[in-house]
């Protein structure tokens, strides 16, 4: 069954968004909020993940608690539009721990990064030793998130 030709019924997205809230429930507990035995319950789950439907299972981390409090939205334009330069860009700033969001945009910039840093001085050290000593870039925007009013891993 291929992934395109796959419309998740409502019993799929039931258990999508009960797993986004909460992905450490057991498929019995699941299995009882979708009104389903857990035997078909397990087998949807596992056809979903054989699907890329559900890509993996992870944990949210308060970044603020583990000392990742500073939160900067770089826009970055490229001085030279091709495939080489672009491809080796998209290489060297998928390394980058720092980034935790990576972005190819329309408009006046190409990229669009997200950059967890502890504080100003880490995230300047970043910015002047590591990002900026990439090749092509020609342009960037750094925006400084003041306050998060809503983050969600949930898309259903």
Request: proline share 3%; charged share 30%.
């Amino acid at each position: 069954m291929a992934t395109e030709n796959y419309i998740p019924d409502e019993k799929d997205l039931s258990i999508l968004r009960i797993l986004q809230k909460d992905a450490k429930l057991s498929v019995r507990d699941i299995a009882n909020k979708i009104n389903l035995s857990p035997t078909p319950t397990h087998e949807r789950i596992k056809r979903m993940e054989k699907l890329g439907i559900i890509r993996q299972y992870t944990t949210i981390v308060d970044r603020k608690k583990v000392n990742k409090g500073m939160m900067v939205i770089c826009m970055i334009a490229l001085n030279v539009h091709n495939k080489k330069i672009a491809g080796q860009f998209i290489e060297e700033v998928g390394k980058l721990k720092e980034v935790v969001e990576f972005y190819n945009i329309s408009g006046d910039f190409d990229f669009m990064i997200k950059i967890l840093a502890p504080n100003m001085d880490e995230f300047h050290e970043f910015f002047v030793n590591k990002l900026s000593e990439i090749e092509g870039i020609g342009q960037t925007k750094s925006i400084f998130v003041m306050n998060s009013i809503k983050e969600s891993p949930q898309i259903l």
